[in-house]
Each structure stands twice: as structure tokens, then as C-alpha cells.
């Protein structure tokens, strides 16, 4: 993002030790245990020692699989989970207690692969003329990979014989949809449509929009005493919207955090077994959470200390190679750890957050930010990125979803839209939704009403009062 600065990580690392730590962190549990055995198989200084420990605290673990001590709640009064890694050796699909959430569809189990486009397309389709739709499917199949549209209108409205005035009606409702500015020609262009947006809902710095527009270059350089004269403010005034702009608006709109199923291409498009599984300690309602960080491996990953012992004996031309080896297998080893301390304490703030989701469902999901989590827990927001990437979750309930749902910060309010529309007697119309959205305490306007509508595949009012007759 635009001039994001770099927060202070957890403990001072080196870059290889940072760049190893970053990469493990990104790979879910089936992608981690290939790493692993490809760098047993690889790296002789690299040894699995079959002893059963627990991860955590690496004590031997009992004939019960648990570690006694990792598993033993702190707080029994309900509010901080019980959060500890276990080893996938001993996962077991726990069913738990289906009392709180309904039955979940078999459709819950798998993560569909969206597009950008398609994300797109689903919530501007009900705004779109018939004739329109292909105009729009050119626009959004032409987006690069920052969801930037590098062709210029002129062409696409020769291509389909419209006006380009046309093309640029189908452009605007692509621009507000979500990612807001996807579409637009340049990140400068990105950051205005953004900037409006925002505009609408809640106070700007009225100096931002000519920051963008005339001082762009001036902001990617972080000329702060440039651009205060350029916007005839004090350097610090200068840095205060800088500041704003880089919080709040992003240039590259294609790489923002969008929808509730958004994957990296690597990323499975099935969850086979989950990454994270959440359970009760107890079946009571104040009953603290369990939360299993799962780890792929029982046993301990450790250096061979035979392998060091031959070090200082090795022939003349191996010494290099096998203290690279050597190097190597520490710095995995770990980079491990870290990669599960991460894991551990993200979950361990998610789950007091979202415990209300956790138990009863989509309506009651917290809106949090990664960035907002990366600031409490002191860590760099590509962090947070990082560890929920492609990772799943299993709730007490059986249901299996995305991590990154838990950062869904529309969910809650489209849940009750649905809801509202479910249980209507007549046709609502956008307005109508908007008002008793507001009267539930959700401030929002009407045109993100239509978004978050058609978003759950809702067909707007006049189709539904037709539907019924």
C-alpha cells in the first residue's frame, strides 16, 4: 500500500530468518508438511525425532495425545480460549455440539475460487442494462492484476459500437463496487474514485483530493515539506494527509482484501481437513474455547546432532556445503517455531474477538481489519496477511470456512439484509432495507445496500414483486 511504513515485528529478526518465517507462515498445513519432508529428504543435517513432544512446550506427551499442561485453561471463566499447537498425527474431525448454529450445507464444506471479475460482475448485475453486461464482462476480463484497466474506453466502445459515454456509465458502477476503484486507468485515478467514496460516508482532509491529483509523485517520495507548499500547509499538516491517504486508500485495488473467499492461486480450492480447529472445552455457554493450531508432524523437527559432531571432522572439499547444511536446517527449525508462535497468538485474540461468531453464525461476526489485529499484536499488517492466507478453519459446529471470513467486514450486515428480505411480506425496496438498517444501528447507504444484495445473490425489488405474482 502507499507509503505503509514498516511496524516493529514481534522480536528482531534477520532478513533470512524474516524471509523463511514469512514464507511458512503463507503455507497451510498439507502445504507446511511437504516442505518438511521435501527438506528432511534434502538436508542431512535435518533430523525427525519420532519422540512424541507436544509443540508448544516440547515436553513428551502422554498416552492421551494431549499436552496436559499447553491444554490446561487459564481463565475459567469463559472469555480467553484455550489455544495450543497439536499435532495433525492426532486430529480427529471433532463433530461437537450443533445446538448453537444450524446445520450447515454440504456446500459450506468447500471454498469456492472467485475472480475478481466475477466478484465484480455479481454485485453491478442487478444495476445493469442486458445490453450492458458484455461492455462490463469486456472491462472487468481486461483488468491486469493490480484490477487496473490498462485499455483505453475508446477502443472497447469501437469493439462493441457504442458510445464511449456508454462504456464510461458501466466503468463508474465497476469503479464503486468492491474493491472500490477497481477498474480505473492508474493508481492515481484508484485513489480519487476511492477518495469520493469515502467522502461520502465519513469526513476527509479537503486538501487529499488535490494531494492526489497534483502531488502524487510528491507522496510516493514522502516529500512532506514539497507537498505543504505545493498545498500551502506545514510540513507536518502535509504528513497528517499523507498519513490518511496511506491508512485508508489503497492504489493497486486488485491486491486489496476482497469478497470472503479471496485465494491466492496456490491456494486449495478445497478444504480437505482444516488448519485450525475450534471446539468447547465444555458443552456450557460460558464454557471457555479450545482452539487446536494444527501442526503437521507429532514428533520434533531438531538439527542431527551427529551431523554437527562430523562438522568439525569433514573433508576439505564438504565443508562449505555441509555448514550450509547445517545453517540451513537451524534456520528452519526455527523459523518453525516463530511461524506457530504467530499462529498461536493470532488465534488466541481472533477467538476472544469472534466468539460470537464462533458460536452463533454470520449475523454476529465482528467487523476487525487485519491491519487492526496487526496493531494489537505488534506485527507488520502483511503478517497478519500471511497467517491467514489459505488457512481454514473448523467451528464447534462441524462447519468448516475460510479464515480470512473472520475479516469479512460486510458479512454481519449482509446476513441481516438477507434476513430482512427473507422475512418481508411485500417487495423492499433498497431504501426501504437502508432505513431498517439504520434503525438496527447499521449507518449505511442505499447504494451499498444494492452491493451487499446483489452480493448475496438477491434480485432487486421490482424483480422479486414479480416473482411473487
Known amino acids: ?71 490446561r485453561p487459564v481463565d475459567v471463566s469463559g472469555e480467553q480460549p484455550v489455544v495450543y499447537v497439536s499435532p495433525r498425527e492426532y486430529f480427529h474431525n471433532y463433530q461437537g455440539s ?15 475460487s472467485e475472480t475478481l471479475p466475477v466478484h465484480v460482475l455479481k454485485q453491478i448485475a442487478a444495476e445493469l442494462a442486458a445490453e450492458d453486461r458484455p461492455i462490463a464482462a469486456h472491462i472487468l476480463t481486461c483488468l491486469d492484476d493490480d484490477g487496473l484497466l ?29 474493491p472500490v476503484g477497481v477498474g480505473s486507468a492508474s493508481p492515481q485515478e484508484a485513489l480519487l474514485v476511492q477518495l469520493q467514496v469515502l467522502s461520502e460516508t465519513r469526513p476527509v482532509p479537503p486538501l487529499a483530493f488535490k494531494a492526489i491529483e497534483e502531488g502524487m509523485e510528491m507522496l510516493s517520495r514522502r516529500s512532506y515539506p514539497e507537498l505543504g507548499r505545493l498545498l500551502k500547509v506545514s510540513a507536518a499538516e502535509a504528513q497528517e494527509i499523507a498519513r490518511f491517504i496511506s491508512d485508508n ?29 475450534i471446539s468447547r472445552l465444555h458443552n456450557t455457554p460460558d464454557s471457555p474455547l479450545v482452539v487446536e493450531v494444527i501442526s503437521p ?25 555441509w555448514q550450509a547444511d547445517l545453517e540451513q536446517a537451524n534456520l528452519l527449525v526455527k523459523c518453525l517455531q516463530q511461524r506457530d508462535n504467530t499462529l498461536v497468538r493470532l488465534m488466541k485474540r481472533l477467538a476472544v474477538l469472534q466468539r460470537d461468531f464462533i458460536l452463533h453464525g454470520d449475523a454476529c461476526l465482528n467487523p476487525v481489519t487485519r491491519a487492526q489485529l496487526a496493531q494489537e499484536l505488534d506485527v507488520h499488517e502483511s503478517t497478519i496477511s ?51 438498517l439504520r434503525k438496527k444501528g447499521y449507518d449505511v447507504a442505499r447504494r ?18 414479480a416473482a411473487v405474482h
Open 1 to 71: 500500500m502507499l507509503l505503509q511504513t514498516q511496524k516493529p515485528a514481534l522480536r528482531p529478526l534477520t532478513t533470512a530468518h524474516l524471509a523463511q518465517t514469512m514464507t511458512l507462515l503463507e503455507l497451510n498445513s498439507f502445504e507446511l508438511s511437504q516442505k518438511i519432508e521435501a527438506a528432511l529428504s534434502s538436508n542431512p543435517a535435518l533430523e525427525y525425532d519420532e519422540v512424541q513432544r507436544c509443540p508448544t512446550c516440547r515436553r513428551r506427551l502422554p498416552p492421551s495425545s494431549v499436552c496436559p499442561i499447553c491444554t
Open 98 to 112: 450443533r445446538s448453537s448454529v444450524e446445520d450447515s450445507p454440504d456446500t459450506e464444506w468447500v471454498a469456492e
Open 150 to 178: 490498462r485499455t483505453p474506453l475508446v477502443e472497447i466502445a469501437r469493439y462493441h459500437h457504442v458510445l464511449p459515454s456508454r462504456v464510461q456509465k458501466v466503468l463508474q458502477l465497476i469503479q464503486r463496487a468492491d
Open 249 to 277: 486508500l489503497n492504489p493497486y485495488p486488485g491486491r486489496a482484501h476482497w469478497g470472503e473467499s479471496h485465494t491466492t492461486e496456490s491456494s486449495p480450492n478445497t478444504y480437505y481437513e482444516p488448519d485450525i480447529v
Open 297 to 321: 508432524y507429532a514428533g520434533r523437527l531438531r538439527v542431527n546432532p551427529l551431523f554437527r559432531e562430523a562438522l568439525a571432522e569433514a573433508p576439505p572439499d564438504k565443508v562449505s556445503q
Open 386 to 436: 500471511r497467517a491467514v492466507s489459505g488457512k481454514s478453519v473448523q467451528l464447534p459446529n462441524g462447519r468448516i470456512i475460510p479464515l480470512a471470513k473472520m475479516f469479512d467486514r460486510s458479512l454481519h450486515i449482509r446476513t441481516v439484509v438477507r434476513e430482512i428480505i427473507e422475512s418481508e411480506k411485500k417487495p423492499l425496496s433498497d431504501t426501504q432495507i437502508r432505513d431498517i
Open 448 to 465: 451499498t445496500v444494492a452491493k451487499y444484495r446483489s452480493m448475496e445473490g438477491i434480485l432487486p425489488a421490482r424483480y422479486r414483486q
